[in-house]
Every structure is written in structure tokens, then in C-alpha cells.
């Protein structure tokens, strides 16, 4: 979901008795729906507090962002409160298209994160309530292990530092393994010791997502597509007029889960979040069809613990295929997954934030390595060698990419935990990236919580 899209002219809108996917109706500019007056040029028509006039609100609350984060806090809120109107606004056609549909699927199981932290506490709930939601839905998974791997003995010392994170943190079923019973788990692998999660799993988040929405709009959830919100407005006796170009509708509360485009919401909503987003994207490569034997599950290394990306791993998917990567490149879009993707106005903005050149000044070494390899396939074949030896140039082919949004405060410090920023009439998600899919469905019971408290819902 973002604000920065291009407008639509027409928005596709899904209640209970309006099916899921099917073509919702055209709305004139200036068409009355619900009580609510649908304004052509709203972001002049309502540009300050008390130049919108309603008697009532239309909704509860509104949530901005259709990927699986906005839809796992609005079935905690119906599980919370069945009687809410809620609207989620989704700027696509579908749901789900940008960061969960670009997702790996890993259910991750919670190792890499600090004990006690956020993060770990989410990830960890939030994988049982993953494999709890696919088992009910009849979604496949498979829990198919994960290794992570020493290539060195200077790696081992931060091995044993992430065994003692998942220990700590309840990851069930840890151990800790020498280089030969890593062989045993993953023949074609070098290392010197690892880290086997045996209850790691794999999963298609793009099922989860619809099998969501489905549920969702039954309990009377209803989506508004093709919604890219340029506005919102504090209207006149209390609530909130959400708006795009051509439509507006109006909520007592607002909860933000626009993941890209987080920041850009905040600061519609009038929030300081303190941070930006800057886009990362990340190129993956697919192993050739008679090659995917070199990989049986998840294979990963020693993360950098002082960069918020787990290096390029292996990754077989719930639907058979063996992804390598991915690298970490700064995208010229906020959606922008691939190299020539390019928005003028999106760059400028990264580029004109303070924290950017902070962090840039840090990591500008590992930054120009991530690029190299991004345009070097040679260079990429040779990180994921340091993990499978024997694989071959020629084993891999191009695959897709998807984007992080990398929440960076203003000294370029990068927000590694789960970020919340909560108010009296909105709450936003401001950063949630990996594992945000594997903890979404706790993350949305955080945030229902949340607004149980601040909003006051009963």
C-alpha cells in the first residue's frame, strides 16, 4: 500500500456480499456512497481540520496496507470487537502484492533475535499461530529444517551466540551440530559447525494472505481496492477523512500498515516517526531443475551482527523450487524490483534524508559490495559457493526480488526491532520487516491490543 502510487479511477470495493476478486463498482467523482460525499479534487477540498463537514462516521477504524500484516490486525480486531466497521484500504488490485508476495515463505522460528526483544517475542508466537492458521485453512507447509552454517572457525563464536538467542528466546528443538552431521542434514554443504532448527518451515504467504481475506470479508470486513490514500484529514467533531484523488471515506480511527510506505502515512496522519524508509532490494537466483538436489531444506549462514540482513542463504520453496540469494542494494523506487525501476520523486527523497548519508558513511564498503555483486553474477555464484562448493555458474537462473523496508533514524542507525508509534485516534506499524510475515498474525494481536487501550474499544 503506498501513497506515491499513481491514481486510479475507480475503486473496486468488497463487503460480505460482494465476493473476493470480483469486479466491485464504479463510483463518480462526486457520487454519494454510504452517507459519505466522494470529492474529485479532496486534497484541496479538505486541506485543513474543519473544511470537511460529516454527522457521522462511515467506519470504526480504517487500516491502510493490504499485505498480511494490515489483514492479520483486522481479524484480531473482529476477534476483539465482532461488531467493528472496519475498511481496509489497499492501493492494488489484489492483496498482498508487495512485500508478502515477494515474500521467501519461510516461517522463520526465531533464533537470530536478541532475547526479550519485540521481535523475537512476536516471531516466535506468531510462527505457532502461522502453522495453527494453515492447519485450520488447509493451507500447506512443510517444516522442512534450517540449518545455519560456520564456513570458518572465526564464525563459530557468533554460532554459539544464535543458539543461546534461540535457546533463550523457546525455539523448540535447536541443536547444535559439528561438520559432520551438518553433512548429514545437507550433504552438499561446507562448514565447520551449525545450527539445526528442525521445526523451521516453509510456507506460500500469497495462500495465507487469501485465505485472510476470504475469512475477513465474511466477517464483514469490507476492502476498498485501487485506494491510494494522498490524504488524511481530521475532520471536524472527531475522525478522520482518509482520502485518494478521486475518493474519500471517513473513520473515527485509523491504523496504518502500509509497510513501503509506512513513513509517508505517519506523516499524512500528522505522526513524527522519527525514521524514513529506504528500499532494499533484494535479487534472488533459482537453482536449474537438476540442480535442486544440492539443496534438501534451508540453508543459511552466519549473519553479520552488525547489518540487518542474513546474507544469501538457500531457500526451497513450499512449491518444489530452490531460490539462492538474496544480496541487499539500495532501489531507486520504494517498489522497485528491479535494477531499472526508477521513481525521480521517490530517490530524491531518499537521497535528501540525513540518516541515508549517515548510514551510507557506515556501510558504504558492504553498500558498493552488494551493488558489484548485483551486477556480477560471477561475484554472486562465489558468495554461494562459500555455503555449496559445488555449485556451478551455470546451476542458477535469474529470479525475482522483492524490497525491504528498511526503517533508518536521522544519525543513519538502522531500526532492527519491530516499531510501533501509537496516538490518541491512530496507531501505525511503522517497521516490520522479516520476519514480519512469520510474526504477523501476533503482530496484529499486539496491535489490536493496542488500540483496544488507546482507542477505547470494548
Not at 473482529?78 to 492501493?91: R, Y
Not at 469490507?222 to 478521486?246: D, H, M, N
Not at 491504523?255 to 524514513?276: K, M, P
Not at 510501533?420 to 496491535?447: C, E, K, Q, W, Y
Request: charged share 20%; aromatic share 8%; net charge neutral.
Amino acid at each position: 500500500m503506498g501513497a506515491g502510487a499513481e491514481p486510479h479511477t475507480s475503486t473496486a470495493r468488497h463487503g460480505p456480499g460482494d465476493p473476493l476478486g470480483a469486479g466491485g463498482q464504479d463510483r463518480g467523482a462526486a457520487e454519494a456512497v454510504g452517507g459519505v460525499r466522494h470529492i474529485g479534487q479532496v486534497a484541496r477540498a479538505i486541506a485543513f481540520v474543519g473544511d470537511y463537514n460529516t454527522s457521522a462516521m462511515t467506519y470504526d477504524i480504517a487500516i491502510i496496507g493490504g499485505g498480511i500484516v494490515g489483514l492479520a490486525t483486522a481479524r484480531a480486531l473482529l476477534e476483539k470487537a465482532p461488531a467493528l466497521k472496519l475498511v481496509l484500504c489497499e492501493k492494488e488490485a489484489e492483496l498482498g502484492t508487495h512485500q508478502t508476495g515477494h515474500n521467501s515463505g519461510v516461517i522463520h522460528s526465531g533464533i537470530y533475535y536478541k532475547p526479550g526483544s519485540f521481535k523475537a517475542r512476536q516471531c516466535v508466537e506468531g510462527a505457532r499461530l502461522m502453522v495453527e492458521f494453515c492447519e485450520a485453512h488447509a493451507i500447506k507447509y512443510d517444516r522442512c529444517g534450517k540449518v545455519i552454517v560456520a564456513t570458518s572457525q572465526e564464525e563459530v563464536p557468533r554460532l554459539k551466540t544464535l543458539y543461546e538467542r534461540g535457546t533463550a528466546n523457546g525455539v523448540p528443538g535447536l541443536s547444535m551440530l559439528d561438520a559432520a552431521h551438518v553433512r548429514e542434514i545437507e550433504p552438499h554443504v561446507r562448514a565447520v559447525a551449525g545450527i539445526h532448527s528442525p521445526n523451521t518451515a516453509i510456507v506460500d504467504y500469497s495462500e495465507v494472505t487469501a485465505a485472510l481475506g476470504r475469512e475477513l470479508v465474511a466477517s464483514g470486513l469490507t476492502i476498498e481496492y485501487k485506494f491510494p490514500v494522498s490524504a488524511i484529514t481530521r475532520v471536524r467533531g472527531g475522525g478522520l477523512a482518509v482520502s485518494t484523488p478521486q475518493h474519500t471515506i471517513t473513520a473515527n480511527k485509523l491504523i496504518n500498515c502500509a509497510g513501503l510506505y509506512s513513513d509517508v502515512i505517519a506523516r499524512l496522519a500528522g505522526a513524527n516517526t522519527e525514521v524514513q524508509i529506504i528500499p532494499f532490494r533484494g535479487e534472488y537466483y533459482f537453482l536449474r531443475p537438476e540442480r535442486e538436489s544440492l539443496v534438501r531444506g534451508l540453508i543459511y549462514p552466519v549473519p553479520d551482527p552488525e547489518f540487518p540482513f542474513l546474507g544469501v542463504h538457500f531457500t526451497r520453496t513450499i512449491h518444489g523450487e530452490v531460490e539462492a540469494g538474496p544480496n541487499a542494494v539500495l532501489a531507486f523506487a520504494r517498489e522497485g524490483y528491479r535494477f531499472t525501476s526508477f521513481r525521480p520523486r521517490e530517490l530524491a527523497g531518499t537521497l535528501g534524508y540525513s540518516g541515508f548519508w549517515a548510514m551510507a558513511r557506515k556501510y558504504w564498503r558492504t553498500g558498493a559490495y552488494e551493488m558489484y555483486r548485483s551486477l556480477s553474477k560471477k561475484k554472486f555464484v562465489e558468495a554461494l559457493q562459500g555455503l555449496v562448493p559445488d555449485l556451478k555458474g551455470e546451476d542458477i537462473i535469474r529470479g525475482g526480488a522483492g524490497v525491504r523496508a528498511q526503517a533508518v533514524r536521522a544519525d543513519g542507525s538502522l531500526v532492527d526491532d519491530f516499531s510501533i508509534a501509537s496516538g490518541p485516534d491512530a496507531i501505525h506499524v511503522v517497521n516490520a520487516p522479516s520476519p514480519g510475515a512469520t510474526a504477523s498474525l501476533a503482530i496484529g494481536r499486539h496491535v489490536a491490543g493496542l488500540a483496544t487501550q488507546t482507542f477505547g474499544l470494548v
